[in-house]
Nanobody, 121 residues
């Protein structure tokens, strides 16, 4: 199973960050795991942002819920993250991953390599 993040590495403040995760080797619509987005800012802990599951139901970290949207494209086996109204505080390395538990992705779960996103004008 492989996951690959893609999207712009630079986003201007107040704009919407949009990332796509392309999955191979497992179907995101038939697997029972939680297809998740996480991020890690420099010097901070890894932060779980949200997930989408087999049924299409979505879950978000409460503190980010108002700005976050996760959706999927079943035909391309992809899921996407949109984070609106970004600020420099949203600068981080963003990861897509497949977890077995809602709200947590462990080191033995499937991870993308991560993509750095900088919020700056």
């Amino acid at each position: 199973v492989q996951l690959q993040e893609s999207g712009p590495g630079l986003v201007e403040p107040s704009q919407t960050l949009s990332l796509t995760c392309t999955v191979s080797g497992m179907s995101i619509t038939s697997d029972s795991g939680y297809w998740s987005w996480l991020r890690q800012s420099q010097g901070k802990d890894l932060e779980w942002m949200g997930a989408i599951e087999q049924s299409g139901a979505t879950y978000y970290k409460p503190a980010l819920k108002s700005r976050t949207s996760i959706s999927r494209d079943a035909s391309n086996n992809q899921f996407t993250l949109q984070l609106s109204a970004v600020t420099p505080e949203d600068t981080a390395k963003y990861y897509c991953a497949r977890g077995r538990t809602l709200g947590y992705v462990g080191p033995t779960d499937y991870w993308g390599q991560g993509t750095q996103v900088t919020v700056s004008s």
